[in-house]
């Protein structure tokens, strides 16, 4: 059955510390806190349509991604989105923040790369949109 489902609503995210937490996801995605409690926050981008983002705080140490069997690369879950691939990969890397090689295909200039949040999750920044985004 289909149509019960419009889009995705929230991508939680389990953190060690809301308090380093917080100001990573702020900074780096642009998100607002749109409510922090005790042991999770909210997390919105103030546009329609765009999942937010629910951060736990956890002892657990698991965390956000997983390693394509068929070639070992490990993979995020979340890819943001942005226009200045390759200015956000220079950004992120003059804030010391973790990140991979940016790959970028020289016949169309899409591409993407990955970086981690403090507590190591997995994350990606793509400068594709796919219909409808």
Do not use: C
């Not at 999770?40 to 736990?56: H, Q």
């Not at 804030?95 to 190591?120: C, W």
């Amino acid at each position: 059955m289909s149509g019960f489902i419009s889009h995705i609503a929230t991508l939680e995210i389990p953190v060690s510390s809301l308090e380093t937490a917080i100001p990573f996801y702020v900074e780096v995605a642009g998100a607002e806190v749109e409510f922090k409690g005790e042991r999770n926050a909210m997390l919105t981008f103030g546009t329609k349509g765009v999942p937010t983002i629910f951060l736990v705080e956890t002892e657990q140490t698991n965390r956000l991604f997983f390693r394509n069997s068929h070639n070992e690369i490990e993979h995020s879950i979340i890819d943001f989105y942005t226009a200045d691939l390759k200015g956000f990969h220079n950004w992120l890397k003059s804030k010391d923040i973790e990140t991979g090689p940016l790959n970028i295909n020289p016949e169309h200039g899409y591409g993407g790369f990955g970086f981690k949040d403090p507590d190591g999750n997995h994350l990606s920044a793509t400068n594709v949109l796919h219909k409808g985004q």
